[in-house]
């Protein structure tokens, strides 16, 4: 029956989520115990939004086999859309104790202890996530911010170079350059970089305040 799964998987990724259901909940019928096909159940039914249906569906595939790791993540990653990143974080430490050990669950285990402010614990996952997908644009600047969050000024820099070197329209990675310039009293590129990312996107007010102070702190030079 892996093929049901598989074909599912396809239509789902192409955004047919109608078909994907058929072919999952024929997965279901024809393998009751195995929990793959409630995994990719509940998947479809959080990209629809139907979130309480999607947490039974996890919750049965736990039932059945207590170490399905994908399970416990895609649990974790709706309590992670809600908000609720205690119960985000236990469930990404399950499902990598329980053996998952890809980019995506290091990364969202270290955002969910960067919104418990807890940078310190967040710093090694938001790290490994960066290391194992070197292009990925989103963990490197993250781990920028964890690195910046902790006072490590030049790691964090050099995390924000390499996010504009990846991505070269992004405001965020300008912004926090320029406060790490500005806290170097390096006056001149800090106000390059605001300016920068204020022409990337004008309504950055961060941005824009930064400027300002750059512009007055040159003025009375």
């Given at each position: 029956m892996e093929d049901k799964n598989r074909l599912g998987i396809q239509y789902m990724q192409q955004g047919n989520y109608e078909e994907a259901v058929k072919c999952f909940n024929e997965a279901i019928e024809a393998n009751p115990n195995d929990p793959v096909g409630y995994i990719n159940f509940g998947n479809v039914l959080a990209a629809v939004g139907e979130e309480e249906k999607a947490l039974k569906f996890f919750q049965k595939a736990i039932e059945l086999d207590e170490n399905a790791a994908a399970a416990?993540?895609?649990?974790?990653?709706?309590?992670?859309?809600?908000?609720?990143?205690?119960?985000?974080?236990?469930?990404?430490?399950?499902?990598?104790k329980k053996g998952l050990n890809d980019a995506d669950v290091?990364?969202?285990?270290?955002?969910?202890?960067?919104?418990?402010?807890?940078?310190?614990?967040?710093?090694?996952?938001?790290?490994?996530?960066?290391?194992?997908?070197?292009?990925?644009?989103e963990a490197i600047f993250q781990f920028g911010l964890c690195l910046a969050q902790l006072e490590f000024v030049d790691e964090a820099?050099?995390?924000?170079?390499?996010?504009?070197?990846?991505?070269?329209?992004?405001?965020?990675a300008y912004y926090n350059l320029g406060v790490a310039y500005a806290y170097k009293d390096?006056?001149?590129?800090?106000?390059?970089?605001?300016?920068?990312?204020?022409?990337?996107?004008?309504?950055?007010?961060?941005?824009?305040?930064g400027k300002k102070l750059m512009e007055k702190a040159l003025k009375q030079h």
């Open positions: 416990y993540y895609s649990t974790g990653s709706i309590y992670y859309n809600r908000g609720q990143f205690m119960q985000a974080k236990d469930m990404f430490e399950k499902a990598m290091f990364f969202m285990l270290g955002m969910s202890l960067m919104y418990l402010e807890q940078p310190k614990l967040a710093l090694p996952y938001l790290q490994r996530a960066a290391e194992l997908n070197e292009n990925d644009v820099m050099k995390q924000f170079h390499k996010t504009i070197e990846l991505d070269e329209n992004h405001p965020d390096d006056v001149q590129t800090a106000l390059s970089m605001f300016t920068k990312a204020l022409d990337i996107q004008p309504d950055h007010l961060l941005a824009g305040h």
